[in-house]
């Protein structure tokens, strides 16, 4: 298969000294995908930056507005977990728009599919705020650009990353034009995703939250893509797949307390691509969003890579939690409440 993927060293002038969401991320995983050779099996695409209007369809124009007139002045935060430099305007923009060029590509047969390694994240912004280390929903921005410049009808959002997307859900949550499932680690931040969170006017039963207990492994995370991910995508038939690929759910993050490791983040891309094949010609896009450390954010982005090729994975370089899963007869129980919850019984 052709994968394409998406980067830019404007994506590193982004940064606040001590901050987690750093561009030591970003050089991690390029430093990773050199020393493999993934990188050199891949097509790069170079991003744009996306415009205004594009930005605006996800976002309300006096959000885009606050953005620039704080990076206008040279930057700050807009609040305790998030900043802005001189350089994150066009960072963020372009960030937007390399969502928007990989849809193009995979949309017009380009490529087969596409991951874009782009800071800032985005799955925290709304429809009116930055928030938790985002500035502008990149996916979101995608998902819209794919419908309105692609006549699509149906795109389904999967959130991986260990915090709820609370931006992208509240950005589709009445339309039923996205369906958007999450899984998170709950309690955590920001606080929201909880499974009744359905969605609302027309788009009731299009937003599918699956918050999940500390030290979920590898098998309830599979549980969870198989036994609810899939029946409600084969029922959704979706035209197009945007992935918000978090890597803080692995056991390592200092940021959570999830249990996946390396080959469960290979395993969950394996089964995003073949649920791409089945309903939507292959047609799927990764973005990156979260994981904070620095060895298995890059072996995880790697695991994925090979997934998106179509290649064979390799032995798990990090090894298992040396914390115990949460019980798997308590999480295949919730996976059948969640399954009535969504009409799937």
């Not at 017009?108 to 985002?134: K, Q, S, Y």
Request: glycine letters at 8%.
């Amino acid at each position: 298969m052709t994968t394409a993927y998406l980067y830019s060293p404007v994506f590193l002038e982004h940064q606040e000294p001590g901050h987690p969401e750093s561009p030591e991320r970003l050089r991690a995983i390029v430093q990773m995908l050199d020393e493999t050779g993934l990188r050199a099996r891949m097509t790069p695409l170079d991003p744009v930056p996306a415009t205004d209007a594009q930005i605006e369809a996800a976002h309300a124009r006096e959000h885009l507005a606050r953005v620039k007139q704080l990076i206008a002045r040279g930057g700050g935060h807009f609040d305790a977990d998030t900043y802005a430099n001189a350089r994150s305007l066009d960072a963020a923009l372009l960030a937007a728009g390399a969502l928007t060029r990989a849809v193009d590509a995979v949309i017009a047969g380009e490529v087969d599919n596409a991951f874009a390694f782009v800071r800032p994240p985005g799955h925290h912004a709304t429809r009116t705020r930055a928030m938790g280390f985002c500035l502008f929903n990149n996916v979101a921005i995608a998902a819209h650009h794919a419908l309105s410049a692609h006549k699509l009808e149906r795109v389904l959002i999967v959130d991986y990353d260990v915090h709820h997307g609370n931006g992208t859900q509240d950005i589709f949550y009445d339309s039923s034009r996205v369906l958007y499932f999450s899984t998170h680690q709950s309690p955590h931040y920001p606080g929201t995703g909880d499974w009744r969170d359905i969605g609302a006017g027309e788009g009731i039963g299009f937003t599918a939250n699956v918050p999940l207990p500390a030290r979920v492994g590898d098998d309830g995370f599979r549980r969870v893509f198989d036994d609810l991910l899939y029946p409600l995508a084969e029922r959704y038939r979706p035209q197009l797949i945007l992935v918000s690929a978090g890597y803080d759910a692995h056991w390592s993050d200092p940021l959570a307390l999830e249990n996946l490791t390396i080959a469960g983040y290979g395993a969950l891309a394996r089964t995003l691509v073949a649920l791409a094949r089945e309903l939507c010609a292959g047609r799927i896009v990764f973005t990156l969003e979260g994981g904070y450390n620095l060895p298995a954010l890059a072996h995880g982005v790697a695991a994925t890579c090979r997934a998106l090729l179509g290649e064979p994975a390799i032995a798990d370089p990090l090894g298992a939690s040396p914390r115990e899963d949460y019980d798997a007869d308590d999480i295949r129980a919730y996976i059948e409440h969640l399954k009535g919850v969504h009409r799937l019984v």
